[in-house]
């Protein structure tokens, strides 16, 4: 089994650190980590988000927590994987590339310029605010079903953008409970459409659960429209430390069993490979 999404960007960037993450993995059963560190912390996406970093208000709190990053280069995040490899951890390079539109053609330089295994596409942004952060940061006082439908017409064009391999918690504007009022049923079976049309895959995410939301990403009903379309699935904990790696991946595995997935993918060089969902005692679980 693998977990396809995680995050060192709390510790150095060295060996011993990354182990960590690669024993807690091998403890409950994991057999391949991706790492996925965001796009903001390497210096060279920064052109990605400048307009970002340039907003004042209502946003200049978004601006100024990205003002914080890019402080590592993509070279030698890629050589600490390598390292990471040669010390016999069975892990893929991978990236969590915001989608910033308007900038396809500077992510698309940039993703083909180094080697990577899978890019996760994600929207964490609306604009210049960043939803993700925490609820009193622009939450207060916005019209819910609004962000809900801006957010949705994001994800929309990030699947049309031809940029990505995973889509990332494809329902995440939910992170702190907030929830539409209108029925968007119709909405989120555009964005499945759109997504196998252009033969993406999205993750199963266990991160959700451990949020103010406390759900799954995406919600059942996603899980279960994308197997009735024969969209793939990986497995993503979205771990930010070693801890969470693998976190709960085996009720992460029925939920999709159940929902109709009989398969999940692994990637190496951007190339995709389908394997059968393991089966585990569930009774151990
Ligand atoms: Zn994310
Ligand atoms: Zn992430």
Redesign the pocket.
Request: net charge negative.
């Given at each position: 089994m693998i977990d396809y999404?995680i995050?060192i960007e709390r510790g150095p960037y060295n060996l011993e650190w990354l182990k960590r993450f690669w024993f807690q993995a091998e403890s409950r059963g994991i057999t391949e980590i991706g790492v996925?560190e965001?796009t903001h912390h390497f210096y060279e996406f920064r052109t990605v988000y400048e307009h970002l970093l340039q907003t004042t208000e209502p946003d200049a709190d978004t601006s100024s927590w990205l003002g914080d990053y890019f402080q590592h280069s993509i070279e030698e995040y890629l050589e600490l994987l390598e390292a990471g490899k040669k010390a016999g951890i069975p892990l893929k390079a991978g990236l969590?590339a915001d989608y910033v539109p308007g900038k396809e053609r500077e992510i698309e330089a940039l993703l083909d310029e180094y080697r990577f295994d899978f890019v996760?596409g994600?929207v964490h942004f609306l604009d210049s605010w960043s939803f993700d952060i925490k609820p009193t940061m622009g939450w207060p006082g916005k019209d819910v079903d609004k962000v809900y439908l801006a957010y949705i017409d994001r994800v929309k064009s990030m699947a049309q953008s031809g940029l990505f391999d995973v889509l990332?918690?494809l329902d995440v504007i939910k992170v702190f409970g907030h929830k539409a009022q209108a029925d968007l049923g119709g909405e989120w079976t555009e964005v499945l459409q759109l997504i196998a049309q252009s033969d993406l895959v999205i993750e199963v995410s266990t991160?959700g659960m451990r949020k103010l939301v406390g759900e799954i990403y995406p919600h059942p009903s996603l899980i279960k429209g994308a197997a009735r379309l024969g969209i793939p699935i990986t497995f993503a904990s979205?771990a930010h430390n070693p801890e969470d790696v693998g976190d709960r991946w085996k009720e992460a595995v029925n939920v999709a069993r159940s929902l109709g997935h009989s398969r999940y993918c692994t990637f190496t060089e951007r190339r995709r490979t389908e394997h059968p969902l393991p089966s585990f005692d569930s009774t151990a679980l």
């Open positions: 999404h995050h996925t965001h969590e996760l994600s990332a918690h991160a979205d």
